[in-house]
């Protein structure tokens, strides 16, 4: 699709002010601390925790705690699932003692064994307990509250538009909308003509909507935001290891610059600095067994992928992964 005028507008959250409206979801299992101070380099203005429990963080879980751990970085959202106002309000808490910017609360989880608890997006069906969950956040913290929802939670109940209306009463400051119901899950296309509903909705309340699904070009954020009506665009899986996406979004919604995808040896340098973060940050046991799937994504595509990945997941050590990934960018030259 042509260049269609795209923003210049940054993304507003409550006082947060965003350089750019192209976001990195939140991703469990991806969005740790090495990817995100991958995504910050890439210039990503705000990144996002994975989902963090908010029962966890108060009941001191060390392996939860260590999730919120947000030394060493800038802004970062630390996203909370729960359905407990009151342990979600100081959740919050500990998350903005730790340097949380903004908190954003899940309420679009489809996996059974959050929505069995009623978290997560089981919450879509009660809107009105959104409503105290955010109003609870919101006054225990100083810092936006937001939400992240599914479409709905099955195609006979596409409510988001009611729940936005709710959360934004509440003094949610930013709702995310991804364009699939929790019955979905992440099956077919993402539909983005909710998106567009609940841009409508929110129009006058200064709330920003951020877009969400199937997001994978910069021509595909353009053509989101231009349909919908939506301040932001979210990306989640087409950033797994790609955080180039996002420059490559911001300049062609800028202005229509064009930037190339990666090079394979860009592709390769930056997986090694992942690396190096990884071992730094998580220790090296705990970043080797992360780094083997991690390291696959980087290299998806490219020829010999295959026996790199299965190369990969054979090693234990970081030193052992580096010369794999040094071999194999000799092999690629
Ligand atoms: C591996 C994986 C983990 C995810 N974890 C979370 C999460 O912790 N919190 C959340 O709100 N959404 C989570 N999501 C959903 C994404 O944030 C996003 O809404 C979804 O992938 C649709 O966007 P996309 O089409 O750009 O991937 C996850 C998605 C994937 C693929």
Redesign the pocket.
């Known amino acids: 699709m042509p260049f269609s005028g795209g923003s210049n507008l940054p993304l507003t959250i409550g006082n947060v002010e965003l350089s750019t409206p192209v976001l990195p ?6 969005s740790d601390k090495p990817f995100r101070l991958i995504l910050a380099e890439f210039g990503c203005p705000l990144v996002y925790t ?2 963090v429990s908010a029962k966890g963080l108060v009941y001191g879980s060390r392996a939860t705690l260590k999730m919120i751990d947000l030394a060493g970085e800038g802004n970062v959202a630390v ?1 909370l699932f729960g359905r407990e106002p009151e342990i979600l309000a100081r959740a919050a808490k500990t998350a903005v003692e730790r340097g949380a910017v903004l908190i954003d609360l ?1 309420l ?2 489809p996996m059974p064994k959050v929505v069995k608890n009623g978290e997560g997006a089981a919450l879509m069906q009660e809107p009105s307990l959104v409503g105290e969950l955010v109003a609870a956040v919101a006054a225990a913290v100083a810092v936006p509250v937001t939400v ?1 929802m599914r479409s709905g939670w099955d195609g006979a109940s596409r409510n988001a538009v009611q729940v936005a209306l709710v959360a934004a009463r509440a003094r949610a400051k930013a709702v995310t909308v ?1 364009g699939r119901t929790a019955v979905q899950r ?1 099956a077919g296309r ?1 539909e983005w003509d909710t998106i567009r509903q609940v841009a409508v909705a929110l129009s006058s309340q200064g709330v920003s909507v951020i877009g ?4 994978a070009s910069p021509e595909d954020a353009s053509r989101m935001l231009a349909e919908t009506g939506c301040q932001g665009v ?5 950033a797994m290891s790609n955080p180039w996406i996002f420059p490559r979004i911001s300049a062609y919604l800028r202005d229509g610059t064009w930037l190339d995808p990666p090079s394979p040896s860009e592709r390769l340098a930056v997986a090694r600095r992942h690396l190096d973060q990884a071992v730094h940050w998580e220790g090296e046991e705990r970043a080797v067994r992360q780094m083997r799937k991690v390291i696959g994504w980087y290299v998806k595509g490219l020829p010999g992928a295959a026996a790199l990945r299965q190369e990969v997941s054979q090693i234990r050590e970081a030193e052992a992964m580096r010369q794999a990934l040094h071999r194999y960018a000799t092999r690629l030259h």
Request: aromatic share 4%.
């Open positions: 979801a939140p991703m469990a299992g991806v994975e989902m996203q899940n679009g989880c992240k991804h992440y993402a969400n699904g199937d997001v979210m990306v989640g899986r087409a």
